[in-house]
């Protein structure tokens, strides 16, 4: 079985391209390409003639990552090509996923982790279910979220409540990035041109028909992840202001709550005032609520200087990411 342009395809475009998105993973490095090398003969053996090329990103290592990635490409034995961009400098996952996605030539994408936590093992039974045709994408999701610590899924499954409350994106709880996907489903989502890519978010937006693969968590291979806490907070603020406006829409509603009760207790002060020649004294309560209003305002103020930060570096029209180099290996061994 095989897609019917695919076989036919020029080498300038491959059946699937595999894009890895990578930071300080020298270590990781070696052992994908060797997972990848067995799932990709298996493949082959399965659909014959099927081009497959690794691009490879590097975003910005500090350690031996892009010697690892020169190395991977020179190699002659692999079952498919090697590409790989150097970024000029670490621009984060999502630049590095997107000039990944701009690269890959492939009639079909396919977007994973280094550090083996998306085992290529599934990628023959979703590349069966893309070919099906009646899929335009098959993404992951982790079915648990053991092995992580309590506060952190704690944290994570607020967001996703959060987020799928507030935004017309479906953001899927526990989705992972490693995703399958068709071309017309990639060109669609590299038109949405945004500068804060959330793409969990991006890929719910865009639409189109995905098909949902659960699989139990996989600890990494080697290195450490670069996500703190810290980190991840600031990765679901900047999505839900990419997806939704309704913080906006609850700022104003405060506002005006506070604008009611204030008339309310004005009301209540002058009554009592006229009637029972009783003026309110004291002002720690009064502090109290100057303190509360002050409070309320900052914090508006603050999720409009979200959205107004957000619209500044899109104004701007900067790159995602920026290229140092890049280099690709020969054609796949064996043909
Ligand atoms: N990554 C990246 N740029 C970054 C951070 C991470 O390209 O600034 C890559 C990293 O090399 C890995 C993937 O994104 O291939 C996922 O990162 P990690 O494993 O640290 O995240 P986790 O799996 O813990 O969510
Ligand atoms: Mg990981």
Redesign the pocket.
């Known amino acids: 079985m095989c897609a019917s342009s695919s076989c036919s395809a020029p080498s300038g475009h491959p059946d699937l391209s595999i894009v ?6 020298e270590e990781s490095l070696p052992i994908l390409a060797g997972a990848l090398a067995d799932v990709c003969r298996e493949m082959r053996s399965r659909w014959p003639g099927l081009e497959a090329e690794l691009v490879l ?1 590097d ?1 910005g290592s500090s350690d031996g990552t892009a010697t690892e990635m020169r190395a991977l490409a020179a190699r002659g034995d692999l079952p498919y090509r090697v590409r790989y961009l150097l970024l000029s400098r ?1 621009f ?2 999502e630049g ?1 996923l997107l000039a990944g996605l701009e690269a890959a030539r492939g009639q079909a994408v396919c977007t994973m ?3 083996m ?1 998306d085992p290529p093992s599934l990628l023959p039974r979703m590349y069966e279910d893309l070919m099906t045709g009646e899929w335009d994408s098959v993404a992951t999701r982790r079915a648990t979220r053991e092995g992580e610590p309590p506060v952190r899924s704690w944290f994570a499954r607020l967001f996703y409540r959060l987020i799928n409350r507030l935004s017309d994106a479906d953001v899927v709880d526990g989705a992972r990035d490693f995703r399958l996907m068709s071309r017309p489903f990639v060109d669609a989502v590299l038109s949405l041109s945004e500068r804060n890519r959330f793409t969990k978010g991006i890929y719910g937006w865009v639409g189109f028909r995905t098909k949902w693969v659960p699989y139990g968590n996989v600890e ?1 291979a080697a290195g450490e ?3 703190g806490f810290w980190g991840l907070a600031r990765y679901a603020i900047s999505g839900i202001v990419a997806f939704s406006t309704a913080p906006l829409a609850i700022a104003s509603v405060l506002g005006l709550i506070f604008c009611l009760l204030a008339l309310a207790a004005a009301a209540v002060v002058v009554a009592r005032a006229a009637l029972f020649g009783d003026p309110v004294a004291g002002w720690p309560s009064l502090m109290a609520v100057v303190l509360l209003v002050g409070g309320a305002q900052l914090l508006c103020l603050g999720v409009i200087g979200q959205y107004l930060a957000r619209t500044y570096v899109e104004a701007k029209r900067r790159p995602v990411y920026l290229v140092r180099e890049e280099g690709e290996g020969p054609g796949p061994a064996g043909e």
């Open positions: 890895v998105p990578c930071y300080n993973e990103v975003d670490n984060g996952k590095a982790d280094a550090d936590q990494r992840t670069k996500w």
